[in-house]
C-alpha cells in the first residue's frame, strides 16, 4: 500500500544517493549484491558503495557493452548484479547485450539508466535519452521501471534484490519531488491511482506524476475531474488498470519525459485498444532531439508542463464527447 503526500516538495536527498544507500543496505545482508560503474562512479554517486564493497563493486570503464556483459556473466555465477551509467549509454548503446547476453540468455541483470529525458539538462542532446524506454521496449520478458521520487525507487530496488529477470530503471540522479509518504510499498506491473478522477485519465511516470498531479488541480477549478495514475511500470503495463480507466473516465492523456514514438502513450494506446478503445491525447517529446537547457527550460520548450497536459486532457474530452 501506499500513500500520497500532501505537500510536495523537493526531496533534499538526491535520488542518486537513495540508489547508493539502499544498494550498501542491501550488500550488507547478500553477498552477492553488486555494483558495475561504466567510469561514472562520481557523477552516479556510487563512490561510498565502491569504498565499502570495493571487491564487489567493478569500474568496467567507458564500455558499456562490456559492462552489460560482465554483468551477464556475473549473473550466470549466482551473483546478483546492478549496471548503471547515464540512460543513453545504459539503453541504446547496449541494446544488443541487453537483448542477447541479458534477456536472450534468461540472466538476472538490473541495468538503471541515470539522467532521463530532459533532466540530463546540459549534459545536451546526445545525453539526453529521449528513447531508453522505446529502444527496449520491444526486448522480450524484460521490465521497464521509471519511478519518480525517493521512496518509491527505494522500495522497489528492495524488491529487484529478490527477483528474477532482467530490469531496466530509468530513474533521476538528482532531487526529485516527494510524491509518496515514507513506508509505502509499490506492486511491479501495477499503475497506482493518485487522484480519483471521472472525466478524464493522465496516466504518467517520472517527473511528469508532478505535473499531472499540478495539471488535475488545475482542471479541478474548470470543474475537471481528472484522474491521475503513476504507472511506473511500463512494461508489463498494467491493462486491467487501463482498461478500468477507460470505462470510467473515457478519456486518457498520457504524460511522459520521453519521445512519445515507442513511448508510454504508445504502450497504453496498444493496451487501450485491445481492451475498451478511448481518445487518448499524448504529452512527451514530439520526435525530436535534445538539447542544452535548464530543466524547466526544457519542458516549457518540448511542452512537458502542467499547462500542457490541461490542454491535452480538454482536447480529450471534447473529442469523447
Not at 77 to 103: E, T, Y
Not at 154 to 175: H, P, S, W
Not at 182 to 196: A, K, M, P, Q
Not at 301 to 318: C, F, G, H, P
Request: some cysteine.
Amino acid at each position: 500500500m501506499f500513500t500520497v503526500h500532501e505537500l510536495f516538495e523537493k526531496n533534499p536527498k538526491m535520488m542518486r544517493e537513495t540508489y547508493c544507500e539502499t544498494l550498501i543496505d542491501l550488500a550488507l545482508s547478500n553477498e552477492n549484491i553488486m555494483a558495475l560503474d561504466a567510469d561514472l562512479v562520481s557523477s552516479s554517486g556510487m563512490k561510498p558503495f565502491f569504498q565499502r564493497f570495493p571487491d564487489r563493486a567493478i569500474n568496467c570503464g567507458v564500455a558499456e557493452a562490456n559492462m552489460i556483459g560482465i554483468a551477464a556473466g556475473l549473473s550466470a555465477m549466482g551473483k546478483i548484479p546492478f549496471a548503471h551509467s547515464f540512460g543513453c549509454f545504459a539503453s541504446r548503446r547496449v541494446c544488443d547485450q541487453i537483448m542477447i547476453s541479458a534477456a536472450y540468455a534468461q540472466q538476472n541483470v538490473r541495468i538503471v539508466g541515470t539522467d532521463p529525458g530532459v533532466t540530463a539538462a546540459y549534459n545536451g542532446g546526445t545525453h539526453m535519452p529521449f528513447e531508453d524506454m522505446g529502444v527496449l521496449r520491444s526486448i522480450p520478458d524484460i521490465f521497464l521501471i521509471e519511478p519518480c521520487d525517493n521512496v518509491i525507487l527505494e522500495d522497489l530496488l528492495r524488491q529487484l534484490a529478490k527477483l528474477k529477470g532482467v530490469y531496466y530503471i530509468r530513474m533521476a540522479r538528482k532531487n526529485a519531488v516527494s510524491i509518496y509518504k515514507e513506508g509505502s510499498n509499490f506492486h511491479i506491473g501495477r499503475g497506482n491511482t493518485l487522484v480519483d478522477g471521472n472525466d478524464v485519465t493522465i496516466f504518467a511516470s517520472g517527473i511528469m506524476v508532478y505535473e499531472a498531479l499540478k495539471a488535475s488541480s488545475i482542471l479541478q477549478t474548470d470543474k475537471i475531474s481528472a484522474r491521475v495514475v503513476d504507472m511506473f511500470t511500463w512494461k508489463p503495463i498494467d491493462t486491467e488498470l487501463i482498461d478500468n480507466c477507460a470505462r470510467i473516465t473515457g478519456a486518457f492523456v498520457t504524460a511522459e519525459n520521453h519521445n512519445v514514438v515507442g513511448g508510454l502513450g504508445s504502450a497504453i494506446a496498444e493496451a487501450a485498444s485491445a481492451v475498451r478503445p478511448v481518445p487518448i491525447e499524448m504529452v512527451g517529446v514530439k520526435d525530436r532531439f535534445g538539447q542544452v537547457g535548464t530543466e524547466d527550460w526544457l519542458k516549457t520548450e518540448y511542452e512537458l508542463t502542467a499547462s500542457d497536459i490541461v490542454a491535452a486532457a480538454k482536447r480529450a474530452i471534447e473529442r469523447k464527447q
